[in-house]
């Protein structure tokens, strides 16, 4: 993908299900829908994403982990989405990919993807608004048995609201995506957009690496002015 955001292995669907109980599964949906709009008039929107803002600041998709010992991967994430945003449900038709994280805990990340209309898109938002938990920080869902400890994120709801991610580039070329990409984002989000962006071809390979390296200088300079000169 870039130096800048780092491969990930990519697994099958088949593969991520026989991977054995030391492993946990994250589902997250990315919901989108074609913008004819401009901004100001001469920007094309080309497409609107939804992604949420967590309480920790961290951007990311709706879902969380799913407990594969009680529910299916759709079912888990459509009990999450249920409650964050309404009446929408997705099936393994609208599956995406399996990548293999980095880090202390052996986790599979499963990404879905479904286009739908502007109108749907924002009805969407209308009812993430309008949802029980909207803008509170609470605890785990009811249910089943809560996931290991170790995964003290799993199936929570910690979101303050959607965003939608501006898929343009201003004539700076740091405003609209290359500054949302300098944002923060939760374990393999910004790997999982840039992905869902190029395999859907929401966007050219050449302009997302364009904005992946406009967005590390940007978080270059911002942190040298952060940090004592050394002269």
């Known amino acids: 993908m870039s130096a800048a955001v780092p491969e990930l292995k990519q697994i ?8 054995g109980p030391g492993w946990s599964h994250s589902c997250h949906a990315m919901l989108y829908a074609a913008n004819p709009g401009q901004l100001f008039g001469r920007i094309p929107m080309r497409f609107s994403v939804l992604m949420q803002m967590r309480f920790d600041g961290l951007l990311g998709f709706p879902g969380g982990f799913v407990d ?53 898109l924002h009805a969407v938002e209308i009812s993430a ?22 995964l ?16 343009y580039t201003q004539k700076d070329r740091v405003g609209g995506f290359p500054n949302f990409l300098s944002n923060a984002f939760i374990s393999t989000a910004k790997y999982q957009l840039l992905f869902a962006l190029k395999v859907l071809n929401m966007m050219p390979e050449e302009k997302l690496a364009e904005a992946v390296a ?18």
């Open 12 to 19: 099958s669907r088949v593969e991520a299900m026989r991977l």
């Open 68 to 120: 594969r010992r009680f529910w299916s991967l759709e079912d888990g994430l459509n009990r999450v989405l249920d409650l964050g945003l309404g009446c929408l449900r997705l099936t393994e038709a609208d599956y995406l990919s399996s990548h293999l994280t980095e880090g202390p805990h052996r986790v599979v990340a499963h990404l879905y993807a479904r286009q739908l209309t502007l109108e749907q």
């Open 129 to 150: 608004v309008h949802s029980r938990d909207h803008g509170l920080e609470v605890g785990p869902l009811p249910g089943p048995r809560p996931p290991p400890r170790g």
């Open 152 to 167: 003290a994120l799993a199936l929570q709801r910690w979101v303050l609201g959607l965003v939608r991610v501006p898929l």
């Open 214 to 231: 406009a967005a590390t200088e940007k978080q270059k300079k911002a942190l040298e002015k952060l940090l004592p000169s050394s002269s």
